[in-house]
């Protein structure tokens, strides 16, 4: 028995394999959800489109100096200037009552007193041990939505 006739089949075996390898490899990644255009993809194929995320509340619904606070969230919602909105855990960091009201651009814990500046989220007055972790927030003409 020779060699050589043996090395042509083990090539054309190899190759024959390799081929078929390549088509299922292709059949898989076509029919990958991978490979489907996801949601939030430009039509032009430059970058993600912007989309808002979750639907807070209406600008209108957060007064100047005060705020909205959305207990079943566990966010509180204060006005900046203009159409400026800022959004904080609602959770006092003291005990983890959630807060009550935005009054006089102070957040109110009702459980134990603790007071947060409704700009910044730090506290004003304790037992809070820190201030309420931001929540990124924005104002897409006049709705309010998380990021």
Same mark, same amino acid.
């Given at each position: 028995? $020779?060699?050589?006739?043996?090395? =042509? #089949? $083990?090539?054309?075996?190899?190759?024959?394999?390799?081929?078929?390898?390549?088509?299922?490899?292709?059949?898989?990644? #076509?029919?990958? =959800?991978?490979?489907?255009?996801?949601?939030?993809?430009?039509?032009?194929?430059?970058?993600? &489109?912007?989309?808002?995320? =979750?639907?807070?509340?209406?600008?209108?619904?957060?007064?100047?100096?005060?705020?909205? &606070?959305?207990?079943?969230?566990?966010?509180?919602?204060?006005?900046?200037?203009?159409?400026?909105?800022?959004?904080?855990?609602?959770?006092?960091?003291?005990?983890?009552?959630?807060?009550? $009201?935005? &009054?006089?651009?102070?957040?109110?814990?009702?459980?134990?007193? $603790? #007071?947060?500046?409704?700009?910044?989220?730090? &506290?004003?007055?304790?037992?809070?041990? #820190?201030?309420?972790?931001?929540?990124?927030?924005?104002?897409?003409?006049?709705?309010?939505?998380?990021?």
């Amino acid at each position: 028995m $020779s060699l050589e006739p043996l090395s =042509r #089949r $083990s090539a054309l075996w190899g190759l024959a394999v390799m081929g078929g390898a390549a088509a299922v490899g292709f059949v898989v990644a #076509r029919t990958s =959800r991978a490979a489907a255009p996801g949601p939030g993809t430009a039509a032009n194929d430059y970058g993600p &489109v912007s989309t808002p995320g =979750r639907l807070l509340a209406r600008l209108d619904e957060v007064t100047a100096r005060g705020g909205l &606070v959305l207990a079943d969230q566990k966010i509180v919602l204060t006005a900046g200037g203009g159409d400026t909105v800022h959004g904080f855990s609602a959770v006092c960091t003291h005990q983890g009552c959630t807060v009550a $009201s935005v &009054v006089d651009g102070v957040i109110v814990c009702p459980c134990h007193a $603790s #007071r947060f500046d409704a700009q910044t989220g730090e &506290v004003i007055s304790g037992p809070a041990p #820190r201030g309420l972790p931001p929540v990124a927030v924005t104002n897409d003409d006049g709705d309010v939505y998380t990021m």
